[in-house]
């Protein structure tokens, strides 16, 4: 077993260089899925759900491989069957890609239900309705569900409620079914264009991403052709959060700043000090932070995945702040670890009443989800003395350099073995 140490640390400087979007990412690689040739993709992040995915896509057939530039290959052209593994498929949310991907080429998908962060409740109704008034039909197991169709026709679909993963899905199934697909009530997220992007470029018909109403032209066959993954607006709004809890300056590089401009907005609204350029933004702060009030959406809105390191800066901050958590009303697992470490804040009916300014203390915690863990991380800047930090495993789920980003710009953090810190203990009780 794993775990973080972070030690208290004041004024973060330097540089990061952003790594591609994790949420983008797990929709780029079913997508290439779908080409009759292979394609290539550029800046997929090396982390422990992409990994995954490697091995479904490998058990069912293709390939996927990276040369020694870094670029990712996937091959789809030996998929020989679509049999996801339960398992695996229910390791990670957006394993259900795979079924807008595959479903009009192949008939037939079985795959594990939604896993990754456990939030209560991840419903995939939406997807349900749309891809049956397509023409599938949807068989539920205990551990996985089967989806059939002899052939996806398109249609008009409106989302009940707005939702990315269902936009990107449906949009996926609707390149390759016949006729049209008009998507109404549709996903605005930054990922759900990068997605259109590429299929554009692997020959779709879709216009419209960004916009609530999308409209996608089936075609026959897809080519291959290379792409680069979007930046990841989520990694950098964590580390520029960061900033405000522990004072100093920090450019995010590599970023599309567009993607950030509510975290921005709030930042700058709290007293950071906010400069950007066409692909960079740095945050500066002298640790003293007005406290504020969020409400998480869908984007353009504050992004729910922001929500838990934020909690961590408004700890810290001047007064009472309030988060009203709009998307998942029980996202506040890291409260409870929050305030093992001396957070005053109670939550109640998906709002979260957090009062200022707190003094935290290093304590042993618990990441629960991979924004928790790094709000934990963030927490442990904050605190006076040692945190150690366990669950690794899930912030390696969406981050996979996260000790050596923080230690580029001063943090005091280091990944052990459980066993070195039992012993370490040990030690201290000997003395």
Do not use: W
Not at 92 to 106: C, D, E, P, S
Not at 150 to 163: P, Q, V
Not at 171 to 185: I, Q, R, S, Y
Not at 200 to 210: H, R, T
């Amino acid at each position: 077993m794993k775990c973080l140490k972070v030690e208290q640390t004041k004024g973060l400087q330097g540089t990061i260089q952003i790594p591609g979007s994790k949420n983008s990412s797990l929709a780029l690689l079913a997508a290439a899925c779908m080409a009759d040739y292979p394609v290539t993709l550029l800046g997929i992040p090396n982390i422990s759900d992409i990994r995954v995915i490697t091995k479904i896509v490998h058990e069912m057939g293709g390939r996927i491989y990276q040369n020694v530039t870094g670029e990712v290959i996937v091959d789809p052209t030996q998929i020989n069957q679509t049999i996801l593994d339960p398992k695996k498929s229910s390791s990670f949310r957006t394993a259900y890609y795979f079924i807008g991907a595959l479903l009009a080429k192949y008939g037939r998908v079985s795959v594990g239900y939604p896993g990754g962060d456990d939030f209560v409740s991840r419903p995939i109704d939406q997807h349900v309705k749309a891809l049956q008034m397509m023409g599938a039909t949807f068989t539920f197991h205990p551990n996985h569900y089967v989806v059939e169709a002899k052939e996806l026709k398109g249609a008009t679909i409106f989302f009940d409620k707005i939702t990315s993963g269902g936009t990107i899905n449906v949009m996926l199934a609707a390149v390759l079914a016949k006729g049209e697909t008009v998507l109404l009530n549709a996903a605005r997220d930054p990922e759900v264009v990068d997605t259109a992007i590429l299929l554009n470029s692997m020959g779709a018909s879709i216009k419209g991403a960004g916009t609530h109403t999308i409209r996608i032209t089936g075609v026959k066959a897809l080519k291959g052709c290379t792409h680069t993954v979007i930046p990841d607006r989520l990694i950098a709004s964590a580390f520029l959060i960061s900033v405000g809890c522990t004072g100093g300056s920090v450019t995010v590089e590599n970023i599309i700043p567009e993607h950030l401009q509510a975290c921005l907005s709030k930042l700058k609204e709290m007293g950071l000090h906010i400069e950007f350029s066409s692909n960079s933004v740095t945050a500066h702060s002298n640790g003293i932070v007005k406290a504020t009030r969020i409400r998480t959406g869908m984007y353009p809105e504050f992004p729910t995945d922001v929500q838990q390191p934020l909690t961590v800066l408004l700890t810290q901050a001047q007064g009472k702040s309030i988060i009203a958590e709009k998307i998942y009303p029980n996202r506040f697992n890291h409260v409870q670890q929050l305030a093992r470490m001396g957070a005053n804040i109670k939550v109640r009916s998906g709002v979260a009443y957090i009062k200022g300014k707190s003094q935290l203390y290093g304590s042993n915690v618990h990441a629960s989800d991979i924004r928790a863990g790094i709000a934990l991380i963030l927490a442990g800047m904050a605190a006076e003395g040692t945190t150690t930090i366990r669950g690794v495993e899930h912030i390696e789920r969406g981050y996979g350099n996260v000790v050596e980003a923080f230690q580029t710009i001063g943090a005091k953090i280091e990944l052990q073995s459980e066993k070195y810190t039992q012993n370490m203990n040990k030690l201290e009780n000997a003395r």
